[in-house]
């Protein structure tokens, strides 16, 4: 029964029936969960308790992309793209690549998917060509790159908890397999929509001038760079990243309210909260799921894995891991995989454990959370997209990256 209950709520989350929510769906399936006592209260509490660091990062991290919004900073990032890329869809492409990296490493993959994904269609918007080809580089980009920092993604801090490694070690164990997994992303992105690409920019219109950076915008700019650069000191530091970047994320918003008396009334209504309790009830199913013996399981399947050796390891522990993120969504495969970890699983399988969980979500739609808001972002730009195109897209994106990146994990 419990597998059942989950299950459902799996596929609720997924396929948002009747259009409810996420959320909706997810805390249902946790309450029934504990009023059919297959959970009881204290664990349901004590597994949502443990997530504290992660709500805490998130809700920063969304605060941090919405100061950025409202005040136009990656609009103008995505505007400058354009204007340098001159007639040339190949730079333009590039160029949105490029920062999409740059946005996912120092403010996590949530603020491309949500923020930069809006700049880029409403930038776009102004042109005579598809936006798709950008669109997926955002979409793609926002996990590729998500674990070049412990910042760059929510579910690092899930798979690792307590013990999230600092950053120079966690640098000379990702570097290599997240500009592994970039360079093959880039790659097979760019020659899938080859095609496409080849056509020159047409803009409506002639283009308008771009006005100067008002006082919000540039007080933004520099706040939430000390924020970024604030959390990485964090990490270096081994201090809990979710009440830092919470902190800072604060500090960030009180300091463009001096410049613009707006600005947290422009923040503060629009962050999406249903991402915590969405949060705290997949912690729930999944200690539910713990409980009825399922993690027992998956650890025994990373001992067998492990036995198999390098690197083949690596890609049979981190392909399973993958496929589990798209069947169900990686926010609970972190949890159940962080939670499976034990005294005798080896660093390598921890690292391919990672990468799996940040990376192999470019698969499908149910992948990530970051790709949840990204779909959210399209339905709000009223652009069309559905699973198939989604699964097409991530087919010939995610197997190559997740396999170079796999086969470069120490």
Known sequence: MIFAIAGATFVAILTRPFRLGEAWWAVGGALALIAFDFLPVREALAAMGRGADVYLFLLGMLVLAEI??????????AEHALRISGASQTKLFALVFGVGAGVTVFFSNDATAVVLTRAVATVLGRTRVSAYPYLFACAFVANAASFVLPISNPANLVVFGGALPRLGPWLGAFVLPSMAALAATYGVLAFAHRSRLRAPLRFDGASARLPSASRGERVASVACAVAAAGMAAASLAGAPLGAATFGLALAALAAVSFADRTAARKVLP?????????????????????????????????????GLGAPLS???????VAVACNAINNLPVALGVASAFDAH???TMRH?????????????ISGSLATFLWMDALRRERIAMDAPRFLRNGAAVALPALVVALLAVR
């Open 352 to 364: 391919a454990a990672l990468v799996a969980v940040d990376l192999g979500p470019n698969l499908a």
């Open 345 to 347: 699983t080896s660093v």
């Open 68 to 77: 950025l919004r409202t005040q136009g900073v990656f609009e103008r990032l």
């Open 314 to 320: 690596s890609l049979v522990a981190g392909g399973a």
């Open 270 to 306: 629009h962050l999406n909260y249903a991402i915590v309790p969405l949060v705290a009830a997949l912690f729930t199913i999944v200690a539910a799921l713990d409980r009825a013996g399922l993690l027992s399981l998956v650890r025994e399947g990373f001992g067998h894995a492990q």
